[in-house]
């Protein structure tokens, strides 16, 4: 073929993909002490949820009023609330509960934030203008009185959590994704794509979506985080998981009135927030490091 010819071919998806070299997504990411970290931490607290039905001992709901506000013993590992029930399985069923909660109502968020913001930065024009204006407003509120706020007027529970975080969590992704692809933009390679024959939906599928979305992963996990302490926040404020239901804010709520004379009750729970929430945020602080150029 010809210099001329081959000039004038149009470009496929393959010409696109940039050359291999760098070390595997794994190597990298054992080389990298924060990833490391953040899912040894994240991976335990897993694995200890997932195996709640096995190590729990006890239903989390199950009450025993002979043995109310009982201390650690051999018979329960971390001792019985005021109404005799497990605290190390209630511990381990409302770590399944908030994570759960937490993964689900940044889904939606995620998925629709970072394709609305993409196509914002990709596109410009009207669309662009309108959702930003949209996202200044929803911004221009404290994050958690909004969520508290829908709540309680949606309704308490998790359908009111999901509900609360898909109208108000997207923005942030929005926000995010969207300069993201105005960097992306200024690239020689959008230019080339497009001129050489990529239709515009591809161009943003294939190539700059896979681009602005690392980003918006990034923040995801910092934003489980944010959810598991609104889960936490409102289940505190009788307004997240209903009870019985075991719920790691709710178990501090109830633990409360006890502080004094038996503080486990609120203090494990507590120190088992924070280890979710180091761990979650190292692990997005490795993800960070693992997408830097260098």
């Given at each position: 073929?010809?210099?001329?010819?081959?000039?004038?071919?149009?470009?496929t998806d393959d010409d696109l993909v940039p050359i291999s070299g760098r070390p595997?997504?794994?190597?990298?990411?054992?080389?990298?002490?924060?990833?490391?970290?953040?899912?040894?931490?994240?991976?335990?607290?897993?694995?200890?949820?997932?195996?709640?039905?096995?190590?729990?001992?006890?239903?989390?709901?199950?009450?025993?009023?002979?043995?109310?506000?009982?201390?650690?013993?051999?018979?329960?590992?971390?001792?019985?609330?005021?109404?005799?029930?497990?605290?190390?399985?209630?511990?381990?069923?409302?770590?399944?509960?908030?994570?759960?909660?937490?993964?689900?109502?940044?889904?939606?968020?995620?998925?629709?934030?970072?394709?609305?913001?993409?196509?914002?930065?990709?596109?410009?024009?009207?669309?662009?203008?309108?959702?930003?204006?949209?996202?200044?407003?929803?911004?221009?509120?404290?994050?958690?009185?909004?969520?508290?706020?829908?709540?309680?007027?949606?309704?308490?529970?998790?359908?009111?959590?999901?509900?609360?975080?898909?109208?108000?969590?997207?923005?942030?992704?929005?926000?995010?994704?969207?300069?993201?692809?105005?960097?992306?933009?200024?690239?020689?390679?959008?230019?080339?794509?497009?001129?050489?024959?990529?239709?515009?939906?591809?161009?943003?599928?294939?190539?700059?979506?896979?681009?602005?979305?690392?980003?918006?992963?990034?923040?995801?996990?910092?934003?489980?985080?944010?959810?598991?302490?609104?889960?936490?926040?409102?289940?505190?404020?009788?307004?997240?998981?209903?009870?019985?239901?075991?719920?790691?804010?709710?178990?501090?709520?109830?633990?409360?009135?006890?502080?004094?004379?038996?503080?486990?009750?609120?203090?494990?729970?507590?120190?088992?927030?924070?280890?979710?929430?180091?761990?979650?945020?190292?692990?997005?602080?490795?993800?960070?490091?693992?997408?830097?150029?260098?």
């Amino acid at each position: 073929m010809s210099g001329k010819a081959a000039a004038a071919a149009p470009l496929t998806d393959d010409d696109l993909v940039p050359i291999s070299g760098r070390p595997s997504f794994g190597a990298r990411a054992a080389r990298t002490p924060a990833f490391v970290a953040g899912a040894a931490l994240i991976g335990a607290v897993l694995l200890l949820a997932l195996l709640a039905p096995v190590i729990g001992r006890y239903s989390p709901v199950q009450q025993n009023l002979l043995v109310t506000l009982q201390g650690p013993s051999a018979a329960h590992w971390l001792g019985t609330d005021e109404f005799g029930r497990d605290i190390w399985s209630r511990l381990l069923y409302g770590g399944r509960t908030d994570l759960q909660v937490g993964v689900l109502a940044v889904v939606f968020p995620f998925g629709f934030g970072s394709l609305l913001g993409t196509l914002c930065g990709y596109l410009g024009g009207w669309l662009d203008a309108v959702v930003m204006r949209v996202v200044d407003v929803v911004l221009a509120f404290p994050f958690y009185v909004l969520i508290i706020a829908l709540v309680f007027f949606v309704g308490e529970g998790t359908h009111g959590i999901y509900i609360a975080f898909a109208l108000t969590d997207w923005v942030v992704y929005t926000r995010s994704t969207r300069s993201a692809a105005l960097v992306a933009i200024s690239q020689d390679w959008v230019a080339a794509a497009e001129g050489g024959g990529l239709s515009r939906p591809r161009v943003l599928l294939r190539h700059l979506l896979p681009n602005t979305i690392s980003q918006a992963i990034v923040y995801a996990m910092s934003d489980i985080v944010l959810v598991i302490l609104a889960v936490v926040t409102l289940g505190y404020l009788g307004l997240g998981i209903q009870p019985p239901a075991p719920d790691w804010g709710a178990m501090i709520s109830d633990g409360q009135a006890f502080i004094t004379v038996h503080p486990w009750m609120s203090i494990i729970p507590g120190i088992a927030i924070i280890i979710t929430g180091v761990g979650l945020s190292l692990l997005g602080d490795g993800l960070a490091d693992l997408q830097r150029p260098r």
